[in-house]
């Protein structure tokens, strides 16, 4: 009895096997190939591996090609899945639900933050900047009257801009005293005024007195009215 797959070789006279009366016993001495193997029903697989063949009840399904993506992503998120699976029921079910609660909760406060305006996406609004003013002051409608007491004087006038209020003055031609500086707006703690006026006192009777007034705006922009004249009564 041959093995499977193994017939016996025909006779060729002068090629070296053996005669036709000795195909009843193997191995054939004179033969020039081995006699065939035993056929394994899984010779055609390389690959094969018993716990896979076992697992799916047939041959190993053939791997991915390189490049399709679509099983890759498959396979991605099947495994993603599997192992949010395997989270969930190896989770603690009350540190599962403190998640859980954890999640809803910051998602909540988001949203009403948002709304409530806690939290801004907007830029903040750039800065204007400011044109530093430089124009001088201008004074108008300078006069001057006699004060409250004996050889006194009021010097009043108006400017365009609030600013401060100040006096030089003093006896013809030479106007060499000043007063202190009122309403000063440069210091920040004034905002100056419109509508000046200033007292002048222990003046000489019967004297010619040359005076003019002088304003600052806050940005340090002066004003100078023209020099003016004034007699003290006797």
Do not use: C
């Amino acid at each position: 009895m041959y093995p499977p797959y193994q017939q016996p070789p025909p006779a060729y006279p002068g090629q070296g096997y053996a005669p036709p009366d000795t195909h009843s016993q193997p191995p054939y001495q004179d033969y020039q190939q081995p006699p065939y193997q035993q056929y394994h029903q899984y010779q055609q697989y390389p690959e094969y591996q018993p716990d896979v063949y076992d697992q799916y009840g047939g041959y190993p399904p053939q791997p991915p090609q390189p490049g399709d993506w679509i099983t890759k992503g498959q396979a991605f998120f099947d495994g993603l899945v599997g192992r949010l699976k395997r989270f969930v029921l190896t989770t603690n079910p009350i540190l599962l639900s403190s998640l859980v609660v954890l999640v809803v909760g910051l998602t909540v406060f988001t949203i009403l933050a948002f709304q409530l305006g806690w939290i801004r996406t907007s830029a903040p609004a750039q800065q204007t900047q400011t044109t530093k003013d430089t124009t001088p002051v201008l004074i108008s409608m300078l006069t001057v009257k006699e004060g409250s007491t004996p050889h006194s004087a009021i010097i009043s006038w108006v400017t365009n801009k609030y600013s401060s209020s100040q006096v030089e003055y003093g006896i013809w031609p030479y106007a060499n005293t000043t007063t202190p500086i009122q309403n000063d707006p440069r210091n920040g703690a004034n905002m100056g005024v419109l509508t000046h006026q200033v007292g002048l006192t222990n003046l000489l009777p019967k004297t010619s007195y040359i005076y003019r007034a002088i304003s600052y705006d806050k940005y340090g922009n002066k004003g100078v009215s023209p020099d003016m004249q004034f007699d003290t009564t006797p």
